[in-house]
């Protein structure tokens, strides 16, 4: 891969001269905690058979000179080389996380060059070096070689994980946190982090598997722990708006960010065609738009026209009684991006997270939530990411029955769907389904820009289609009077769809909808519609500005109230390889003026979702009371007969 115009080169030639550094660390030296607690930590075991593997052995003056023989040093070489219980060969395993870890080195080492360069730090260096440095200047220069340290812990962790990403198996193992995470300077920084994922090496790494995956493990956790303490550090700037590409191994660093593998994960799903999903008129068609809004993304600017003309659906919750059908929506949508993608030659990522994600060691269920996210963010890939049975994944805040773990997904996938460092490039979609989303925490349900009512089948003739459907063609059953699948003709069910929301479904809003226009008149202006919106909100306080977010932006996807043609996902030269700026007035010019029907209809549809959830929470609060009564009153008859 080329670069792209916001991006500069890591030279291979700056890596590489630092290898010998990198080969030296690897070697042996001593460290001794501050703040990790100091363990006993028995040195590697030697084999007693010949000794015919290759040593690294440094080359840098000052660095190494001799093999430490203090508990406490660190000797990752033969740390590795222990893991397969003295084998006298080096396993492949074995070379790939050493010359991961050289590789990893280097690079970090390398990255922190370049930012000293960028920044003052070299010079004062020079100048600390020379005996010279400045009083005035020795506060600017602790805080450089803080943000060095930073900057080198990072790109070494981003780079290990990247490395090894490629090498690991289902084996997975828990490390405990990472703690000697030092910041007085880039170089003391690596030999912390190196002894103590020695010490974890130690005590997880008993084969070639738990060897990978403890070092890729450990990377990850290290990578978001110097990501936490850059947040508040200054000097930081020109690492964190640079993008960096490492072209001999496909990296590209982009300041605190991790870097995942572009590449496609191989879908074993059963995709569904859009005419095999019976009902459902407006998810449907809105997961059709979606679906090619994705791939007017444009790899070069990384940046999405839909993003910045508005219309994007970043996120979206899909609702419905079980059996509606919201597994063969994700079936239909997901099905529909692989085809685009493969004939673009995009990469394409999906992932769905799921229960088993949840787990009882502390921080590891929001690491997964987090991994779950970063890896669909990924720039380089369209991602699609699902949440199915949300409400079962995700804590709702308050709630005694919710785990330590469903409370720090709900935390991080708060923070990730609109946080302060919520950036939507427009590459990826996140869709959160449930059969009940009343149990999800309000916060996190009003971060669904979208809402896809998936109510399936609804008219005599979406139970005939979906009949035919299921039944296939095996038997000999005449169909009678009926146009099959026309029913199902997408742009009449929708508009149809949409015109039932001029008035509010749900009892409790019909009523305040109508008060309202008894007393202003028809919703036909921004002041009237303001009323409308206010006296929904006295109705049901939850209704908040989050909620107006949403329905304007969903005002925005009908002004986009148009499908990509189909030519253009077929030949990629007419749209989809075009530069950004052609893809950019091509959209404009199929943009559609937003009406008063359409933004009354959008409040609708969106108050509709809000009262039907909070109607059925308000139910189950009150049954779960009646439930808690009755066992009282129980206990205490109970009581009362065995006293008597």
């Known amino acids: 891969?080329?670069?792209?115009?916001?991006?500069?080169?890591?030279?291979?030639?700056?890596?590489?001269?630092?290898?010998?550094?990198?080969?030296?660390?690897?070697?042996?030296?001593?460290?001794?905690?501050?703040?990790?607690?100091?363990?006993?930590?028995?040195?590697?075991?030697?084999?007693?058979?010949?000794?015919?593997?290759?040593?690294?052995r440094s080359t840098t003056p000052g660095l190494v000179t001799k093999r430490s023989t203090r508990p406490d040093g660190v000797r990752l070489i033969e740390r590795i080389e222990a893991a397969d219980a003295g084998d006298v060969l080096t396993s492949p395993q074995q070379a790939t996380v050493m010359q991961a870890l050289r590789r990893a080195l280097s690079i970090s080492l390398a990255a922190a060059e370049t930012y000293g360069e960028a920044t003052p730090l070299a010079e004062l260096k020079r100048a600390n070096l020379a005996g010279d440095l400045a009083p005035a200047r020795k506060s600017e220069f602790t805080e450089l070689l803080s943000a060095e340290a930073l900057v080198t812990l990072h790109v070494f962790a981003n780079a290990l994980a990247y490395l090894l990403s490629s090498h690991l198996s289902e084996v997975s193992v828990e490390l405990g946190e990472v703690q000697e995470v030092l910041t007085d300077n880039g170089m003391l920084a690596l030999h912390g982090a190196l002894w103590e994922l020695d010490a974890k090496l130690a005590e997880h790494a008993s084969d070639d598997a738990r060897l990978v995956a403890s070092c890729s493990d450990f990377a990850e956790q290290l990578m978001e722990k110097a990501a936490l303490r850059a947040q508040n550090?200054?000097?930081?700037?020109?690492?964190?708006?640079?993008?960096?590409?490492?072209?001999?191994?496909?990296?590209?660093?982009?300041?605190?960010?991790?870097?995942?593998r572009a590449k496609s994960t191989t879908l074993t799903m059963a995709f569904?065609?859009?005419?095999?999903?019976?009902?459902?008129?407006?998810?449907?068609?809105?997961?059709?738009?979606?679906?090619?809004?994705?791939?007017?993304?444009?790899?070069e600017r990384h940046l999405n026209p839909f993003a910045e003309l508005g219309g994007f659906i970043f996120t979206f919750m899909g609702d419905g009684k079980p059996g509606t059908g919201k597994t063969t929506l994700i079936q239909m949508m997901a099905g529909m991006i692989n085809d685009y993608c493969q004939n673009?030659?995009?990469?394409?990522?999906?992932?769905?997270?799921?229960?088993?994600?949840?787990?009882?060691?502390?921080?590891?269920?929001?690491?997964?939530?987090?991994?779950?996210?970063?890896?669909?963010?990924?720039?380089?890939?369209?991602?699609?990411?699902?949440?199915?049975?949300?409400?079962?994944?995700?804590?709702?805040?308050?709630?005694?029955?919710?785990?330590?773990?469903?409370?720090?997904?709900?935390?991080?996938?708060?923070?990730?769907?609109?946080?302060?460092?919520?950036v939507v490039r427009g590459n990826c979609t996140f869709g959160m389904f449930s059969n009940y989303p009343e149990n999800v925490d309000d916060a996190l349900r009003q971060r669904a820009g979208a809402r896809f009512l998936v109510d399936g089948?609804?008219?005599?003739?979406?139970?005939?289609?979906?009949?035919?459907?299921?039944?296939?063609?095996?038997?000999?059953?005449?169909?009678?009077?009926?146009?099959?699948?026309?029913?199902?003709?997408?742009?009449?069910?929708?508009?149809?769809?949409?015109?039932?929301?001029?008035?509010?479904?749900?009892?409790?809003?019909?009523?305040?909808?109508?008060?309202?226009?008894?007393?202003?008149?028809?919703?036909?202006?921004?002041?009237?519609?303001?009323t409308y919106l206010k006296a929904i909100q006295q109705a049901d306080e939850r209704f908040t500005g989050r909620a107006i977010k949403n329905i304007t932006d969903a005002v925005k996807v009908r002004a986009m109230d148009f499908e990509l043609p189909d030519e253009w996902m077929e030949n990629p030269d007419l749209f989809l390889f075009r530069d950004y700026d052609t893809k950019k007035a091509m959209i404009a010019d199929l943009r559609v003026p937003i009406t008063t029907d359409m933004v009354l209809q959008e409040i609708n549809r969106y108050a509709d979702s809000e009262f039907r959830y909070a109607d059925k929470s308000d139910e189950a609060a009150i049954e779960a009371m009646v439930r808690d009564y009755g066992r009282t009153e129980e206990a205490k008859r109970r009581y009362l007969e065995t006293k008597s």
């Open 457 to 530: 089948p609804q008219t005599r003739e979406d139970y005939i289609d979906i009949l035919a459907l299921l039944m296939g063609n095996n038997h000999e059953i005449p169909l009678g009077d009926h146009a099959l699948y026309a029913a199902q003709e997408i742009k009449t069910a929708v508009a149809a769809s949409f015109e039932g929301h001029n008035r509010p479904h749900e009892d409790s809003l019909r009523a305040v909808f109508d008060r309202v226009r008894d007393e202003v008149g028809e919703l036909d202006t921004i002041a009237r519609m303001g």
């Open 233 to 260: 550090a200054p000097h930081l700037a020109s690492f964190t708006d640079a993008v960096w590409r490492v072209e001999a191994d496909d990296l590209t660093l982009r300041g605190f960010v991790p870097a995942t």
């Open 1 to 56: 891969m080329s670069l792209t115009t916001d991006q500069m080169e890591l030279r291979e030639d700056d890596i590489r001269k630092h290898y010998p550094a990198a080969e030296a660390l690897l070697a042996g030296f001593d460290h001794v905690p501050r703040i990790a607690e100091a363990r006993e930590v028995s040195a590697p075991e030697r084999s007693t058979g010949i000794g015919t593997r290759r040593r690294f």
């Open 344 to 422: 673009a030659g995009y990469p394409f990522r999906y992932q769905n997270l799921s229960t088993d994600n949840i787990d009882s060691y502390q921080g590891k269920s929001g690491q997964n939530a987090k991994a779950f996210i970063n890896t669909i963010l990924d720039p380089a890939v369209i991602g699609f990411g699902t949440i199915d049975d949300i409400d079962q994944l995700a804590g709702k805040r308050g709630d005694r029955q919710s785990s330590a773990g469903q409370l720090e997904i709900t935390a991080v996938l708060m923070e990730s769907f609109a946080g302060a460092n919520t």
């Open 272 to 299: 569904k065609k859009p005419n095999e999903v019976v009902g459902n008129h407006i998810a449907k068609y809105q997961a059709m738009k979606l679906s090619k809004m994705l791939m007017a993304y444009d790899f």
